[in-house]
């Protein structure tokens, strides 16, 4: 026989010369995986400052009461899809708000750090000295949160288009994915309005992404490790279903989030990450430039 075909290790032999056949490229694609609050759109952290100031409340109070309700506080719930955005919720999480011995080593720190004097000193004072935690509305603070969070911020969604862009181009080279903690708003509240100009914005902003991993849905939230596992699998899947390969690990994975926590779990799992920082988030899009060797700040070219 002048020609034999060796399926197994994909040769041909014709006439005594062993030809490889060519195979799909083994380069894996650029995955990156995003957060959106404060990262693809502008910080709702940004909206919790802001009601501080307004109501002389001790800068860092409110992210304070939310975190160390963890896991099981009313915001996590929230994020989880275990409870409804109703008036429930915001019960609860006023209570949250108003808990007594959170505000009181809470408000310990705060005098420490203002007056410069020892945690030990600051909280002699504040076991017989403490005023009452704050009335925070619930409500009104939780809709100034997600107003602010309905605006593209103005370094990194320009940014993510162009990602889209060079993805589509050229298939295979850029995965873009997304993780983010969030909550269902209630049905007939005007953020559902696909046909508005404001709900038609946001749908076309997930329209970048090849995966989106949302918290509310999947009953998962960061940074609890399970959500990162789940988002690497969706990744896999993707890729794979694209013929892209099928080994895609956590060390594949750029990770772009604005809290220290988030991409502490993510770092700890084996993903580069990249922190993006109120009001420097031009930082992490030169960072993705790095990466992709793609120009993508508006009117700066590559360096």
């Not at 011995?101 to 005098?111: D, K, P, S, T, V």
């Not at 060079?166 to 909550?183: E, W, Y």
């Not at 992404?209 to 949302?214: E, Q, R």
């Not at 993707?238 to 895609?248: I, P, R, S």
Request: proline share 5%.
């Amino acid at each position: 026989m002048s020609s034999v075909w060796h399926k197994s290790n994909k040769t041909f032999v014709l006439f005594g010369t062993v030809l490889q056949m060519p195979t799909k490229s083994s380069k894996k694609p650029v995955i990156l995986l995003f957060d959106i609050g404060g990262v693809c759109v502008a910080s709702p952290f940004q909206a919790i400052i802001e009601y501080e100031k307004s109501l002389s409340i001790p800068n860092g109070w409110i992210n304070y009461a939310i975190s160390a309700a963890s896991p099981n506080g009313a915001w996590q719930k929230l994020e989880r899809g275990e409870i409804a955005l109703d008036a429930s919720f915001f019960t609860a999480w006023n209570a949250d708000l108003q808990h007594q011995q959170r505000w009181r080593i809470f408000y310990a720190r705060h005098l420490a750090a203002t007056r410069k004097e020892s945690f030990a000193q600051a909280a002699e004072e504040a076991a017989f000295d403490v005023p009452p935690p704050p009335a925070i509305d619930s409500e009104t603070l939780y809709w100034n949160m997600m107003t602010y969070s309905r605006t593209m911020d103005p370094d990194m969604y320009p940014a993510l288009q162009k990602l889209r862009k060079a993805a589509d181009a050229n298939p295979g080279s850029l995965v873009i994915g997304a993780m983010s903690n969030t909550s269902i708003f209630p049905d007939g509240h005007p953020f559902n309005d696909t046909e508005s100009a404001d709900g038609r914005k946001h749908a076309e902003m997930k329209l970048n992404f090849d995966v989106f991993v949302s918290s509310a849905h999947s009953g998962l939230r960061k940074p609890d490790e399970p959500i990162y596992k789940y988002t690497l699998e969706e990744l896999r899947k993707f890729v794979k279903q694209k013929g892209w390969g099928d080994d895609v690990q956590m060390s594949d994975v750029v990770f772009l989030d604005d809290i220290g926590s988030n991409l502490r779990t993510g770092k700890a799992l084996g993903m580069r990450t990249i922190k993006v920082n109120l009001g420097r988030v031009g930082e992490a899009v030169a960072e993705l430039e790095s990466i992709t060797s793609l120009s993508l700040r508006e009117g700066k070219a590559k360096l």
